[in-house]
């Protein structure tokens, strides 16, 4: 088993849907966090999870809400999306926001 | 505004061959700089890190180089092999839980 687990690992989705990215970790880590990873360009940091509070949101649209009810899952919910959100998500979670990160697989999310 | 940038996008060298992968970054205080590897459809693996006070790190035949004082960092992979074939992307922590990316080099060893 992985130390971080993503589900589903593969999501295709109308601009109407409402739809939950989730992910749990295996590693006692206190901080999560979502990236967005789009073709050719740089991991984007959405938000990070520190003991379960909300420290970094990083200038990201209200249609992508995130969740952390422990410190071992986090969830992104969706809803409304556009085409140009189709992307790899990625979940990773740290020790106390130290290094190093470790991610999961992510999720590859298609908008339609 | 705080980057890193990698060069070449994309390489592609035969089997057996030395190889160096380039990344610059435009913050000299980092806390740290991290090597991944992202094999197609997949999260990123930690490779090496990097603390701001050290110079470089070596893990088997991969040996990565920091030096603040110019923004760079060389990730070096010795005998290379068809299965070293992924993406390698380089991160610069500076504190307060961001870690900032680059795009990445796809590296292909033919066999």
């Known amino acids: 088993e992985t130390g971080v687990t993503q589900t589903p690992r593969h999501l295709v989705m109308g601009m109407t849907n409402k739809k939950s990215l989730k992910c749990e970790q295996h590693?006692?880590?206190?901080?999560m966090y979502w990236y967005k990873q789009s073709a050719k360009k740089p991991l984007e940091l959405m938000f990070v999870?520190?003991?379960?509070?909300?420290?970094e949101n990083n200038s990201v649209p209200s249609r992508f809400s995130p969740e952390c009810p422990n410190s071992s899952h986090l969830f992104l919910h969706l809803h409304t999306l556009q085409p140009e959100d189709s992307a790899l998500y990625l979940c990773?979670?740290?020790?106390?926001?130290?290094?190093?990160?470790?991610f999961g697989n992510g999720t590859r999310l298609t908008v339609t | 505004k705080q980057e890193v940038t990698q060069i070449p996008a994309a390489l592609s060298v035969p089997e057996g061959e030395n190889l160096v992968l380039n990344c610059s970054f435009t913050?000299?205080?980092?806390?740290?700089l991290q090597w991944f590897r992202q094999d197609p459809g997949k999260g990123l693996t930690s490779l090496l890190l990097?603390?701001?006070?050290?110079r470089e790190q070596t893990s088997g035949r991969l040996n990565a180089s920091l030096d603040k004082s110019s923004g760079r960092s060389t990730l070096y992979i010795a005998a290379s092999q068809p299965g070293d074939s992924a993406t390698y992307l380089c991160?610069?922590?500076?504190?307060?839980?961001?870690?900032?990316f680059g795009a990445g080099t796809r590296l292909f060893v033919k066999a």
């Open positions: 990773a979670s740290s020790q106390l926001g130290g290094p190093p990160l470790h």
């Open positions: 590693l006692g880590h206190n901080a």
């Open positions: 999870y520190s003991l379960e509070e909300r420290v």
């Open positions: 913050d000299s205080a980092i806390y740290n």
């Open positions: 990097i603390q701001s006070s050290q």
């Open positions: 991160a610069m922590e500076t504190g307060g839980f961001k870690t900032i």
